[in-house]
């Protein structure tokens, strides 16, 4: 069974309609995910992997923004390799500590790291 999990949807809405000023309607997106149990963090990275909003520490906040955003684009190159007319709109990690969602757009990337649940 798995976890109770972050929204998809609001993830890729959080995703997609950021900017640089965050409308009142990302924040709320941004609120109800980090509401969730088990949330360990949110970030927001641009396309570039420089971090936009995040309320990891600094340290983590850059490692999961340059690690995570190459890996968005990683990812997504393969499924375009498979599929020309396809792309990579979410994926998921899972190790024994974390588990980091990630929903990538053309201009950011949403990254979600929470604690999964034994069951």
């Known amino acids: 069974?798995?976890?109770?999990?972050?929204?998809?949807?609001?993830?890729?809405?959080?995703g997609t309609t950021c900017s640089w000023e965050m409308?009142?309607?990302?924040?709320?997106?941004?609120?109800r995910i980090q509401s969730h149990r088990?949330?360990?963090?949110?970030?927001?990275?641009?396309?570039?992997?420089?971090?936009?909003?995040?309320d990891l520490d600094t340290e983590d906040t850059n490692t999961y923004a340059a690690l995570l955003s190459q890996l968005a684009i990683k990812a997504r190159s393969v499924v375009r390799t498979l599929d020309e007319t396809d792309d990579l709109t979410f994926f998921r990690i899972r190790s024994k500590k974390h588990e980091i969602m990630v929903a990538p757009d053309p201009e950011y990337v949403l990254i979600v790291i929470q604690r999964p649940t034994d069951n």
């Open 23 to 31: 409308s009142s309607e990302v924040e709320e997106t941004l609120r």
């Open 38 to 54: 088990g949330v360990k963090g949110v970030l927001i990275v641009s396309a570039a992997g420089v971090p936009i909003r995040s």
């Open 1 to 14: 069974r798995r976890p109770p999990k972050t929204d998809r949807n609001a993830l890729r809405q959080a």
